[in-house]
């Protein structure tokens, strides 16, 4: 099914698209309110920009400097090719310390690497601990927002959940007594936990630490009490030095929420006394887009997920639809490099209004990508035969002046004298979920020319 069909599906509850679309707005306008406090945000921006620029253009040094200072405090680095690999290195780990229990922290790398599922065919636990995910995880669903994982579920739904599944009062959906509940279930699972594994957002190449933010604190609870610490990065998470983190945590909570700071910036540099601190860094195709020239800066992102909150598509259709662990504009930009058959509907699933491009913190050419897409996506003859076909047609009426006022006559001649029931008709998807406009007695020329233009 692709995207189109899925978004179908969405909207087909009016309800939840309204609200879907107006919870994403509101965090939109609550980035937009913070932002506005800032007089330098455009610097800001602008050197977070460069700085992504400059370690994508010298990630090999940045890497090793980092591997290098990481081991000499104490550390374990870890390089795995792809998420197969990273899921074995993982699940390596934890074997050799005997360990069935993790407690884990949001990281869409591991989604991206599908280790939960891994890691409980091998007979380990995996606990995520993030509010938003452990509800997704109770539904036995994949995030649909990379910030925000459950946005697509409403606190009654959460109610039920609850209740089921760990016994909450019936009918109750205070998100008070909801959240009260959940601390309660997942402080019983932080206690035990003999392994917790974490995303990273931020890998200091100059000190070897890696940094997690989290707004409930959740990473630092399983990082301090479990022996044994996991962190999992993809390559392009580096960052030169400790000073340039004043300038990403910046834009990474205001773009994210709209908050001045994320709750827990916290910095992981060395292992406790009596336990061990892993870092296991994923390539999975990266270095294979860092060699596109077209579409490298795509490795800039900082998974603030604003992009995602500003697009008049995602906030309609709703995280699932996109079917690829990122969603969203960035992740129609990402999918394409995974598998351009299977995911090329994603490029076409925008306006190209360009509003991503407008608020990523990290300046990626989004809408540009995307347009990008689309011509490799003809190219490589994936537009399916229907899009093939009525893009030929189009094309050679828009390149020859006599047809196109010849079509354009008659299609305005048609739309006015011919029943409506002609044009409904299933190939003009246009006309799918849309009124016809009424067509204009003359053209534009014909209008100019008779104002006297
Ligand atoms: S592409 Fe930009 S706006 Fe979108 S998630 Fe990444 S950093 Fe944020």
Redesign the pocket.
Known sequence: MNHAKKAEIFIANTERTDWHDQALWFIRSKRDIAINKVAEWEQLRDIASQIKAHVLGNLDNYLLEFEKNALANGVHIHWAEDGEAHNKIVHGILKKHKITKVVKSKSMLTEECHLNPYLESNGIEVMDTDLGERIIQMRNEPPSH??LPAIHIKKEEVGELFHEQLNTEKGNADPDYLTNAARLHLREKFLVCEGAITGVNFAVAETGEVVVCTNEGNADMGTHIAPIQIHCMGLEKIIPKREHLGVFTRV?AR??TGQAITVYTSHHKKPKPTGEMHIVIVDNGRSEKLAQKDFYS?L?????????N?CPIYRRSGGHSYQFT?P???GS?LAPNTDLKKHSDLPFASTLCGS?ED??????D?AHQLYKWRQVIGKEGHLGKMKEKSMKITASILKNEKKFKFYTKMMRFSLRKLPKSMFNISPNKWAKNRAMPPAAKESFREWVKKSGG
């Not at 800039?300 to 992009?307: F, L, Q, S």
């Not at 608020?359 to 990626?364: G, N, T």
Request: aromatic residues 0%.
């Open positions: 990379i910030v990474l773009s994210a795509s800039k992102c900082i998974r603030c997920g604003a992009c995602m500003t990122i969203g504009p960035i930009i991503c608020v990523c913190p990290v300046k990626i989004i």
